[in-house]
């Protein structure tokens, strides 16, 4: 008797070749569905190559590989599909998506407006459209959006947060802080929930306070700093949470009543916050950023001592890689190569503060012959502080290391990329969060060689002077 393989085997013979491409087709999106991209991807391929017309097939295709993140196949997947299918909304927009993934953000712009000229009423394709106008530095044009579309379904997926974060960008602080609680609504972020209420602004005399933890290290040093204008707004006293490779740095701090680290159970409190809705409670905008420096101390028992540098000379820092799974990543952070110029300098002595796994960039670009790999020695960030403190400039892409640079007053260029993180806003070449922050930003979307030419440049003219 044959088995059910051969028998299933023969009826997909006698199919048509359409057929054929729908039975293929389908065990392509079993797949996909699945995430498992390749096996999805090898019948997709098996389904175009029975039907060359399958457009359905290529639009698949190309999410497949997107997520797999092979942009460019993606891209040609999306064309062939409006070649055989010219006047599709969402083959437009998903097409729209992976020309933003390879930063080709006017192009993306094209193919998101004509997806929303096919079909106005799609919400996504409008929300898809902002998104790009946010990344183009079109600020207007995607709050526009974004209030169109909560004007017409106000529970539209993220589009809260992302108008909020928008207005980050754009400086209107206050706007944003006043929506950033929509950070709740996203699935990938659950509030948090106690049997004591949140603290709505009312007066904290003789109650105390738990402000929670939330968010990356680079947030909590950077929101630290509204504790103090808190306490002498509101009184009351504060329980603040933080990651345990925190504590030591935020141990000495002024505002802070106590300090624990998360995991810890919180002693008893009457109300609580988390820590970056400090911003909206004490309605934070440009000119009321709390800006005195330092306000975070160095170790006085540091363990690093670092020999100072020639006259003319500089100790710098370095950071070139932050964290793969922050979401902005492939455009923030960099090949180690872009920094190793700076070794060949005179006098200049290059300390590397990089963590995880691209230390291994120190080793496989030759790196660790010129650079001082510090980062090995580093256990937590009151060490980072610590030698920090005893240099002359950190250079860094958008990591937590600048925030701790900047929040002990140290002199920090960081090199950003055209998108950048909300709190750097658009365009500006200095911080209002720090005083002694220089930005070097790339002139258009993935020009990270004339941003670091610009780095170079100010490098040549301070060492000049």
Not at 37 to 43: G, H, N
Not at 197 to 211: A, C, E, M, N, V
Request: hydrophobic share 40%; charged share 25%.
């Amino acid at each position: 008797m044959a088995d059910s393989a051969t028998d299933n085997q023969k009826q997909f013979d006698t199919l048509s070749p359409d057929k054929k491409s729908q039975v293929l087709f389908q065990q392509a999106v079993q797949m996909h569905q699945a995430n498992k991209l390749e096996e999805a991807l090898e019948f997709y391929a098996q389904a175009v190559a029975f039907n060359p017309n399958y457009a359905d097939a290529y639009n698949n295709m190309a999410v497949a590989l997107r997520k797999l993140k092979r942009f460019e196949a993606a891209l040609a997947c999306y064309q062939k599909s409006l070649a055989i299918r010219p006047a599709h909304a969402g083959t437009y927009s998903n097409m729209g998506n992976v020309l933003n993934d390879l930063d080709r953000i006017e192009d993306s712009l094209k193919a998101h407006h004509k997806a929303v000229e096919l079909e106005s009423d799609n919400l996504l394709y409008r929300y898809n459209s902002a998104l790009v106008c946010r990344d183009a530095g079109r600020y207007d044009e995607a709050i526009a959006l974004f209030t169109h579309i909560l004007d017409q379904d106000p529970s539209y997926k993220d589009c809260r947060w992302d108008r909020a974060l928008t207005y980050l960008l754009a400086g209107d602080l206050k706007t944003g802080f006043r929506e950033y609680d929509a950070r709740w609504e996203l699935d990938k972020s659950p509030p948090r929930t106690f049997a004591q209420p949140r603290w709505t602004g009312d007066s904290l005399k003789g109650r105390t306070l738990f402000i929670h933890r939330e968010q990356g290290f680079g947030d909590a040093i950077q929101f630290l700093r509204l504790i103090p204008a808190l306490k002498e707004r509101f009184g009351g006293t504060v329980i603040l949470e933080c990651q345990p490779e925190l504590t030591r740095l935020f141990s000495t701090f002024d505002g802070i009543d106590q300090l624990i680290a998360f995991g810890q159970r919180p002693p008893a409190f009457d109300v609580w916050i988390p820590l970056m809705s400090l911003a909206h409670m004490l309605e934070i905008d440009e000119e009321a950023i709390p800006t005195s420096l330092p306000y975070i101390q160095p170790p006085k028992d540091g363990r690093f001592h670092v020999r100072p540098a020639p006259a003319g000379g500089l100790n710098i820092g370095i950071v070139w890689a932050g964290s793969p799974t922050h979401q902005n990543d492939r455009r923030r952070s960099v090949e180690l190569e872009r920094f190793l110029p700076l070794a060949g300098y005179k006098d200049i002595t290059l300390f590397s503060l990089q963590k995880g796994d691209r230390t291994e960039d120190l080793k496989n670009s030759g790196g660790n012959c010129l650079i001082i790999d510090a980062g090995k020695e580093i256990k937590d960030f009151a060490d980072t502080a610590s030698l920090i403190s005893q240099l002359d400039l950190i250079i860094t892409i958008d990591t937590s290391v600048a925030h701790l640079a900047g929040a002990i007053g140290k002199e920090v260029w960081l090199m950003l990329p055209f998108t950048p993180d909300w709190r750097w806003m658009g365009k500006r070449e200095d911080s209002p969060w720090y005083s002694q922050m220089r930005l070097f930003r790339q002139p258009v979307p993935g020009d990270w060689d004339q941003a670091f030419k610009n780095m170079y440049h100010a490098l040549d003219v301070k060492l000049e002077h």
